[in-house]
Every structure is written in structure tokens, then in C-alpha cells.
């Protein structure tokens, strides 16, 4: 057939949307942080991980976890437990494909209205597909965790190339490449429909060569504009030549397949960063992984080091990140495993330096309740949530991804993540009702005759990340009731930090410290409305 022929009726090109413009190097600022100084090195972290580095571990590389599968790990060395989780991720299986990952076109010459119902049932599938996504993150640990990272670093857009078999090709690149061999990504993701769609390598020939992909590929994709020297990595002249390195290829819409014509394909020599050759299309990548091998280890591992670490790059942490990334021929598992093994991955300044992303923080709550449901239609809802605090899965704004860090917060974002919060505690998004009673059993013992002042703090220990004497909230309007001289507040209370009676009389409310158990009249809804108060302070934003 005809290379990338569109037989479908032209009304329908109103679905295809071009890619968003891409910000300016100013524009990206908000991704980094201001200094911190730190000492904690590469080194391994050979201590025994408490309850706390735990929860850290999961947060950063799973968004959380249900609060016994935290306690599971408790004691055991940090080593063994980063590899369980690594190597979990490496050998678990992908999702199954959606039902109709082959729904392909209606035959050329269909009638319009099999091309109605079939654009129709696609978006569909697409808002579909994202929910599942948003499902899988929630259940599927690291290696879902990293798909999502790579989304947002080699990025398209559900909106540019339309079709949702083409997401789910997409989305399965990303999840089978995401701890693999960096450069085998690379090459994955050149020839990937969606990727070929989104920025026009469907649309480059040798007598027209379009820039579009090499641009990015070497600007966003592997090395970065400007190495830790402050000097360009690339010219223009290379990527003049990359692209038409890269020529050839088009998408057949019969079947959603990337294919070759030799005829496209511009075979005449190239100079490439200096180097004169025939160079196709995995030539020229295999080229810039041997050229420029030093500047792609430092930009991937700085995005790494941005994405699990802190937003203000350590280069030293960084470098030597990097010589393990090439020591392993460009391995990513090598890689993770070693920051996450690592002193500064643990040290406590840095915990609570992150800001959850929408998703993040919505897969974090669903861990934190206890979530069980494995029903699509709730996390279709969830979908819609986050998509309206400015994280679209599928749908990231441009080439650049999202911003990420202080972006996510607004005088816009901040009032509607309350709402979703109050609506994801109450079932007003998901249609089930939540009931924090398991939660709270887990972290305190449901017989402790003093569980009314326990438990309150260790539900705020349990939804905050950063410790919990540091907490800025206004003081409580009440005080402890009842018949405190029958009934005195225990000496450790009083005497102790004013968080130890604070959050105590905020989540009583009113009620004798005595009388209360998880078992009194109400204790649902008490238990919502003192969660609902945690996850409305600042702290319950940070990671």
C-alpha cells in the first residue's frame, strides 16, 4: 500500500491535533530546586532499613505501598530489598493486552458510518486505556514507576497520533524497555508507530528530510543541548544528518506497523558528529551511543537523579552514576539499582523534598486506605482527577513533558486536590465507600487502652512524609473533655511534644479520651474527617 495513506474520510482528521509547542529552556526552570548540601555519597547504605526508609524506598519507586507490605520489610538490609524489588519489576509480566489492541480501521471504501462508530469507539478505548494505566500503576511496583518516567521523557501525545492500539504499542515499549539496555530503548522507540506519528519521522524522505525527530532525539532523547561543560553536544549540521539517517520509514494504518521502504531511505554518506558513513537508522544510533557515550550517561542519570532523588543535581552523584551506566553498556537496572542502594537515596533531609505529581499522589492515597478494587470504571474516575490537576496520562502538554516540582502546585491546583481528596475519601469519585478502620489496625493496636492518643499520631505518621514534629497546622480550638481527674491524660502525653496532645484533641473532637475505641458509634467518619485534615496541611503534598 500507498506509505502512511489515510483512506478514511477527510471530516475525520479533526481527531489528529498537532504536538504542543515546546518551552524554552527558561520555561523549564521549575523543575529544579534551590542548593542543598549533603555529604551522603554513592556509597551503599548497609544499614538495616527501619519502618521509615522503608516507606521512603516506596514512595519514590512505587508511590507508596499498603502499610503491612511496608511492615514486611522492616529489618532486612537495604541490598536485598532493593533487589527484591528490581528484580520483581525485571521478570513480572506485562498486562494483558486490552481486548481490542487489533481493532484496526474499517476496510477502505466502508461507509461513513462504520468510520463513525470507529473513530467514536476509539476514544473510548484511548480514555480507556489511560484509566488502565493509571490501575496498573497502582498494582504494578517499579516497573510501571519507570514507564511512567520514561512517558514523560520520551514523550508523545494519545492526541497527535489518535489511535489506541498505537498507545498500547507505545505504553508496551516503554514498560518492556524501562530497566532494559538504554540504547535497544532508543532504537525501540525511534521506530514506534506513535513515536514516528508524533514528530513527523512518518513524514521524512530522503528528498525531503524532516528534522523533527533528530532534533529531539538529541536535545530531549539521549544527550542534552550542552554537556556539564556549559558546550553545545551537537550542531545542526548533525542534525541534518541524523535525519537523514533516520529516513524510510512510514506507518501502515491497515495494521497500526511500522514499515521500511528502501526508496524513502536517503543512503548516501553522512558526516555525523565528525565521522563519514552510510549511516541507517540504527547505525546512527549505535554512532551517538559510541561518539557521545559520556554525555548520554550524564544526561539520562541527571533525569534520574531530578526524578528520585531531589530536583537540584549533584553532579559528582551524577558522574559516577554515570561511568556504572556505561561500565554496563548502557543497562538501566545497574543504574537504579545502585542510586537506589545508595547513602544519598536515604538521607533523611531528603525526605518530603519532592511534590507528588497528580498521579502520584492519587496512586499514594490508594495505597495509603488500602484501596482493593481491581474493577476499571473507579480508576476511569481517578483518570478524569488527575487529568483536571494537570497530568493527563497520554497526553503530556509537549515534547518536553511535564514540568514537574512547584509546577504542580497552583492557586488553582491546591483547592481542587482538597476536592479530590474529599471525594476519593468518601467514594464520591470511585462509587465505594472507604472505611480507614483496617488502616488504623495495622498501625496501632486496636486493645491499646490509650489507642485515642496513639492512633492520631500514627495516622498523621502514616499520611505525612516529613517527621511529624516539624507539622504546621493551627493549634486546636478544643481540649481534651470528660472526667480528667478519673481519667487523667497520661504524664507522657502532657510532658512530651505538643504534637502528643495537638493532634490527639484535633482528632477526638470533642469525644472523652476514654470512651473512644474503633469500635464506638461514628468512628468511620471521625476516622475520614481526621484524615481529610492531614491531607489538606502543605506536608501532605511532598514526597
Known amino acids: 500500500m500507498d506509505a502512511n495513506k489515510r483512506w478514511w474520510p477527510a471530516r475525520f482528521d479533526s481527531y489528529f491535533h498537532s504536538p504542543g509547542e515546546k518551552p524554552g529552556a527558561s520555561k523549564n526552570a521549575l523543575r529544579t530546586s534551590g542548593t542543598i548540601q549533603l555529604t551522603s555519597t554513592l556509597a551503599a547504605h548497609e544499614a538495616t532499613l527501619t519502618l521509615e526508609d522503608i516507606k521512603h524506598l516506596l514512595r519514590r519507586t512505587q508511590f507508596g505501598s499498603r502499610a503491612d507490605f511496608a511492615q514486611s520489610f522492616e529489618g532486612q538490609p537495604a541490598p536485598s530489598v532493593i533487589d527484591e524489588l528490581v528484580d520483581s519489576a525485571l521478570s513480572s509480566p506485562l498486562p494483558t493486552p486490552p481486548e481490542w489492541h487489533e481493532a484496526y480501521l ?7 458510518e462504520e468510520f463513525d462508530e470507529y473513530f467514536s469507539e476509539n476514544v473510548r478505548r484511548g480514555d480507556e486505556y489511560a484509566a488502565s494505566w493509571l490501575r496498573a500503576l497502582y498494582f504494578g511496583g517499579l516497573r510501571e514507576r519507570m514507564a511512567l518516567f520514561w512517558h514523560n521523557h520520551f514523550v508523545t501525545e494519545l492526541d497527535t497520533y489518535v489511535f489506541a492500539p498505537m498507545a498500547h504499542q507505545y505504553v508496551s515499549v516503554l514498560r518492556s524497555h524501562s530497566l532494559g539496555n538504554f ?9 514506534n508507530p506513535a513515536m514516528l506519528a508524533y514528530l513527523n519521522g ?8 524532516n528534522e523533527n525527530y533528530a532534533r529531539e532525539l538529541l536535545e530531549l532523547f539521549t544527550l542534552g543541548q550542552f554537556d556539564t561543560e556549559g558546550n553545545e553536544n551537537y550542531t545542526q549540521l548533525d542534525i541534518v544528518e541524523l535525519s537523514k539517517a533516520l529516513t524510510g520509514y512510514y506507518i501502515d494504518y491497515s495494521n497500526f506497523t511500522t514499515q521500511w521502504d528502501p526508496d524513502r531511505h536517503d543512503g548516501n554518506p553522512k558526516v555525523l558528529f565528525g565521522h563519514e558513513g552510510s549511516y541507517n537508522t540504527q547505525g546512527a ?3 551517538i551511543f559510541d561518539v557521545r557515550a559520556e554525555q548520554i550517561a550524564a544526561f539520562i542519570c541527571r533525569k534520574l537523579y531530578i ?11 551524577i558522574s559516577e552514576l554515570g561511568q556504572i551506566f556505561i561500565e554496563h553498556d548502557f543497562e538501566i537496572a545497574p543504574v537504579i539499582r545502585a542510586l537506589l542502594k545508595s547513602e544519598r537515596f536515604f538521607d533523611s533531609a531528603l525526605r518530603g523534598a519532592q511534590i507528588k505529581s497528580p498521579v502520584g499522589m492519587m496512586v499514594n492515597l490508594l495505597h495509603q486506605i488500602n484501596f482493593s478494587f481491581t474493577a476499571l470504571k473507579p480508576y476511569e474516575a481517578l483518570f478524569l482527577g488527575s487529568s483536571d490537576l494537570g497530568q493527563q496520562l497520554l497526553a503530556p502538554p509537549n515534547v518536553a513533558g511535564w514540568k514537574g516540582y512547584r509546577s504542580w502546585l497552583t492557586t488553582t491546583t491546591i483547592p481542587s486536590r482538597w476536592e479530590l481528596i474529599e471525594q476519593l475519601l468518601r467514594g464520591g469519585i470511585t462509587g465505594y465507600d472507604n472505611s480507614l478502620i483496617p488502616v488504623a489496625s495495622t498501625l496501632v493496636n486496636a486493645f491499646d487502652p490509650l489507642i485515642a492518643f496513639k492512633l492520631p499520631v500514627a495516622l498523621a505518621q502514616h499520611f505525612i512524609t516529613v517527621p511529624i514534629e516539624i507539622m504546621g497546622y493551627d493549634a486546636p480550638s478544643v481540649d481534651f473533655s470528660g472526667d480528667l481527674e478519673t481519667y487523667p491524660i497520661p504524664n507522657d502525653v502532657m510532658n512530651g511534644p505538643a504534637y502528643l496532645r495537638d493532634l490527639p484533641k484535633i ?16 468512628v468511620v467518619n471521625q476516622l475520614l474527617n481526621y484524615a481529610q485534615f492531614l491531607m489538606e496541611l502543605p506536608e501532605y503534598h511532598l514526597t
Request: glycine letters at 6%; proline letters at 9%; zero cysteines.
Open 106 to 112: 474499517p476496510e477502505e471504501g466502508s461507509s461513513e
Open 183 to 191: 540504547r535497544d530503548f532508543v532504537q525501540a522507540i525511534t521506530i
Open 202 to 209: 512518518d513524514l521524512n524522505v530522503k528528498e525531503e528530510p
Open 285 to 287: 544510533i549505535d554512532h
Open 307 to 317: 526524578e528520585f532523588i531531589h530536583t537540584t543535581p549533584d553532579e559528582a552523584y
Open 507 to 522: 482528632f477526638l473532637a470533642g469525644v472523652p479520651w476514654y470512651e473512644w475505641s474503633l469500635s464506638s458509634p461514628g
